[in-house]
T-cell receptor, first 113, second 111 residues
Framework: SQTIHQWPATLVQPVGSPLSLECTVE??????LYWYRQAAGRGLQLLFY??????ISSEVPQNLSASRPQDRQFILSSKKLLLSDSGFYLC????????????FGPGTRLTVL | QKEVEQDPGPLSVPEGAIVSLNCTYS??????FMWYRQYSRKGPELLMY????GNKEDGRFTAQVDKSSKYISLFIRDSQPSDSATYLC???????????FGAGTTVTVRA
């Protein structure tokens, strides 16, 4: 069966510090991968998605970037965090061919102080 | 106007009641519809997945899609305290795997 991991689970970072969040998927090959941010009491905002290694599409211009160095690894980064980057970050995957279902990881709660 | 509208609630019901949740949408081209359940401080979990119009039932959960009205519903029968969570609707186009989400409805089932 497929499993999706995210780490760390919780992170507190000062303004201006760098960020690296990691997501890995097990049990599937060539997945589509997604990064979302969920602000308190709000829906999910798609940040980035990837259909293959090195292929990243950005949905919202902002202080973040994403990379996919391996087929089942997706990384969210920032060089300098802003207060507005605080939120709950979720990674998700879907099967590359034909499926619209997305499956989410446990999330990383980021607080920028 | 948001692409997907969902009443945030909160919704509080007694144990055993039927929970009724719904979303409306503006893009008539949406074809795939999903409901997710999200417990506090956890990732969303896929509950129901339907294509185009019609009903789908899975245990205590029933999903309905009315494309003519651009309206989708989720019903939870015999609700339990463990159903207390935020429920998110989501939908996508045929040739686009990105999902458009509602803001979520928070449900509390009282024992």
């Amino acid at each position: 069966s497929q499993t999706i991991h995210q780490w760390p689970a919780t992170l507190v970072q000062p303004v201006g510090s760098p960020l690296s969040l990691e997501c890995t998927v097990e049990g599937t090959s060539n997945p589509n991968l997604y990064w979302y941010r969920q602000a308190a009491g709000r829906g999910l905002q798609l940040l980035f998605y990837s259909v293959g290694i090195g292929q990243i599409s950005s949905e919202v211009p902002q202080n973040l970037s994403a990379s996919r160095p391996q087929d089942r690894q997706f990384i969210l980064s920032s060089k300098k965090l802003l207060l507005s980057d605080s939120g709950f970050y979720l990674c998700a995957w879907s099967a590359l061919a034909g499926s619209h279902e997305q499956f989410f990881g446990p999330g990383t709660r980021l607080t920028v102080l | 106007q948001k692409e997907v509208e969902q009443d945030p609630g909160p919704l509080s019901v007694p144990e055993g009641a039927i929970v009724s949740l719904n979303c409306t949408y503006s893009n008539s081209a949406f074809q795939y519809f999903m409901w997710y359940r999200q417990y506090s401080r956890k990732g969303p979990e896929l509950l129901m997945y339907t294509y185009s119009s019609g009903n789908k039932e899975d245990g205590r959960f029933t999903a309905q899609v009315d494309k003519s009205s651009k309206y989708i519903s989720l019903f939870i029968r015999d609700s339990q305290p463990s159903d207390s969570a935020t429920y998110l609707c989501a939908m996508s186009l045929t040739n686009d795997y990105k999902l458009s989400f509602g803001a979520g409805t928070t449900v509390t089932v009282r024992a």
